[in-house]
């Protein structure tokens, strides 16, 4: 079943994050694809996230197709005039990727390449309207299309650190459905009362909600992250748990799975993100039941 109709039926859907790698040899991501064939119904496939060079997501996303996976992937403008967008998506979709997500590409800054220079000719409100007017038919400079698109479409809540910023990603998140997104994904976040509290005022979107489960690492990571990213909400509780816990590993997939299945109640979907640690998704969806 298709993603857009899993979401139309209302079925819980399961996202996995898997990164291509820097360089051709694409052993890893095969074997992470085989390893999750037929335990999530899609994966999405970042496109040279935080700007360090990989392998496209396109061919991702076409490798992912060819191991029997429903793919997703990332469409930003911070690499790609309009031109280079439009054309990638056309592409996708006879390549049979009909699933994007339209995110905010990480500031060049902190990746490889820092010389780069980014394009950013269109923002994601204006991504999303061009993927919308594609799917109608007719590129952005107005010419017809020779077939149309069918895609599915969602779109990102960047992190907050306080409530005027999640009033303000709230407001963002409202006008990019209004542009066409039909599903909305959100950042990562440890607190799971105040997670609900976010799920219920995304309700009023009407789209469905898909909730960022994130793997901790080690301790060092989740101690980072509560100094330097209040927007994760990390507790000490969560910290002390893991440096207490006799495998510290063991315990980082327990938590994990432990947020999947109580995400699982309040969402509609949930996407578990590893940053590189793809081989532990398996153990992930087992911890959480799923």
């Known amino acids: 079943m298709s993603l857009k109709k899993r979401f139309s039926a209302g079925d819980f859907v399961v996202f996995a994050e898997v990164h291509t790698p820097k360089g051709v040899d ?99 409100l204006a991504i999303l309207k061009m993927i919308r007017s594609l799917q109608e038919g007719v590129d952005l400079a107005g010419f017809e299309l020779k077939g149309a698109p069918d895609l599915t479409t969602g779109c990102a809540i960047a992190p907050f650190a306080d409530d005027a910023m999640m009033e303000k990603e709230i407001e963002a998140a409202r006008q990019k459905v209004a542009a066409g997104a039909q599903f909305v994904m959100t950042p990562p976040i440890f607190d799971m009362a105040f997670y609900s509290e976010l799920v219920k005022k995304l309700k009023p979107l009407n789209v469905p909600v898909v909730a960022t489960v994130f793997l901790l690492k080690n301790v060092g990571m989740a101690r980072y992250m509560s100094i330097n990213d209040p927007s994760t909400r990390m507790s000490e509780e969560i910290i002390n748990r893991i440096r207490k816990a006799p495998d510290r590993e063991v315990e980082c997939v327990r938590i994990a799975g432990e947020m999947a299945a109580s995400l699982k109640k309040v969402t509609q979907g949930i996407k578990i993100s590893t940053l590189g640690w793809e081989h532990r998704l398996p153990a992930i969806l087992e911890s959480a039941g799923l």
């Open 26 to 124: 694409i052993s890893d991501l095969v074997a992470n694809a085989r390893r999750l064939k037929g335990r999530v119904d899609a994966v999405i496939i970042p496109d040279m996230d935080n700007g360090i060079m990989q392998m496209s997501s396109l061919a991702g996303g076409m490798l992912m197709r060819q191991q029997g996976l429903e793919a997703v992937i990332h469409v930003y403008g911070r690499d790609r005039n309009r031109l280079a967008l439009q054309g990638d998506i056309l592409a996708a979709h006879v390549l049979g990727i009909q699933n994007l997500l339209v995110v905010r590409g990480e500031e060049m800054a902190n990746g490889d390449h820092r010389e780069a220079k980014p394009v950013d000719d269109l923002d994601e």
